[in-house]
């Protein structure tokens, strides 16, 4: 399998510009997690996903900020309009279960709003 | 709330020598814990994880970690350190009350290794 794929691998776009970014998963895992990581606050899970369904967003940061999974193999994580605050690295991971499933993280896609 | 420190935002060891990196978590209840690591401009990738059985765990590329829960404490180490280790680590756990079973991250430890 080739892992988690994410793309775009760095985006650069200006305040105000909707920003989508996407997500393959790995072939048969049924959860899909979203992140965020920055320099500040680390780490953070926006949204995560089980069979498509979105289970848990209290980690989405706003109204700008929506997640769709429309099949087992895509999910996109788009923000609208996008803001300086967004730059950050968001990685996609999925895996089979949660708690002691371990989950395998794409290599993530660089935004950098202007 | 359940909450991961790592203590040292950044470590630095000659080559060859031994790493030790260290975490903590916060509850009473010993949750699933977890070491991934992240190279530059890469995703994050499990080295090793403890849910339950042996307080020893082993991982790839020569680190392990123990589980002691007298001292909330997952720490992960490495006899001798080579140049390509050098990279951010995280813990992580995944608390088992509460109802909260996703991953919570530490914030990093950033590994350099000097000739």
């Known amino acids: 399998d080739a892992g988690v794929i994410q793309s775009p691998r760095h985006e650069v776009t200006e305040m105000g510009q909707e920003v989508t970014l996407r997500c393959k998963p790995i072939?048969?895992?049924?959860?899909l997690f979203w992140y965020r990581q920055t320099m500040m606050r680390g780490l953070e899970l926006l949204i995560y996903?089980?069979?498509?369904?979105?289970?848990?967003d209290s980690g989405m940061p706003e109204d700008r900020f929506s997640a769709k999974m429309p099949n087992a193999s895509f999910s996109t994580l788009k923000i609208q309009p996008s803001e300086p605050r967004d730059s950050a690295v968001y990685f996609c991971?999925?895996?089979?279960?949660?708690?002691?499933?371990?989950?395998?993280f794409g290599a993530g896609t660089r935004l950098s709003v202007l | 709330a359940q909450s991961v420190t790592q203590l040292g935002s950044h470590v630095s060891v000659s080559e060859g020598a031994l790493v030790l990196l260290r975490c903590n978590y916060s509850?009473?209840?010993?949750?699933?814990l977890f070491w991934y690591v992240q190279y530059p401009n890469q995703g994050l990738q499990l080295l090793l994880k403890?849910?339950?059985?042996?307080?020893l765990v082993k991982g790839i590329n020569g680190f392990e970690a123990e589980f002691k829960k007298s001292e909330t404490s997952f720490h992960l180490t490495k006899p001798s350190a080579h140049m390509s280790d050098a990279a951010e680590y995280f813990c992580?756990?995944?608390?088992?009350?509460?109802?909260?079973?996703?991953?919570?991250f530490g914030a990093g430890t950033r590994l350099a290794v000097h000739p």
């Open positions: 403890y849910t339950t059985g042996a307080t």
């Open positions: 996903f089980n069979n498509n369904v979105p289970i848990d």
């Open positions: 991971a999925s895996s089979l279960a949660l708690a002691k499933n371990i989950q395998y």
């Open positions: 072939s048969g895992h049924d959860y």
């Open positions: 509850s009473s209840v010993p949750p699933y």
């Open positions: 992580a756990v995944i608390p088992l009350s509460g109802g909260y079973n996703k991953l919570i």
